[in-house]
């Protein structure tokens, strides 16, 4: 089981920090993933890390805004977001995966989803 927690509402330019805690599985196993959808949109990755936190992927819009980490003893995975735009306003996602955590079709298990509003 994945829970997302952390979404909320910031102004353009700030930031937000998001997390997932993982129950149900060896969470030091998994590639785990964040995602997002906005509204009218298709689901899009955002940024992925390894099982052991030894590499990183990021989507191009989020470069060097974003940052993923996560910590295998607490079994949670956290996205830090900072200068934050209003295009990032999404329904936000954690994911693991079965795969490796740069293949984004692998990610087969999915948290409910918290919301992140920019506001301009």
């Known amino acids: 089981q994945l829970v997302e927690s952390g979404g909320g509402l910031v102004q353009a330019g700030g930031s937000l920090g998001l997390s997932c805690a993982a129950s149900?599985?060896?969470?030091?196993?998994?590639?785990m993933g964040w995602f997002r959808q906005a509204p009218g949109k298709e689901r899009d990755f955002v940024a992925a890390i390894s099982a052991r936190a030894r590499s990183t992927y990021y989507a191009d819009s989020v470069k060097g805004r974003f940052t993923i980490s996560r910590d295998n003893v607490k079994n949670t995975m956290y996205l830090q977001m900072n200068s934050l735009k209003p295009e990032d306003t999404a329904v936000y996602y954690c994911?693991?995966?079965?795969?490796?955590?740069?293949?984004?079709?692998?990610?087969?298990?999915w948290g409910q989803g918290t919301q992140v509003t920019v506001s301009s």
């Open positions: 149900g599985r060896t969470f030091s196993s998994y590639a």
């Open positions: 994911a693991a995966s079965s795969g490796s955590y740069y293949q984004t079709s692998a990610y087969d298990s």
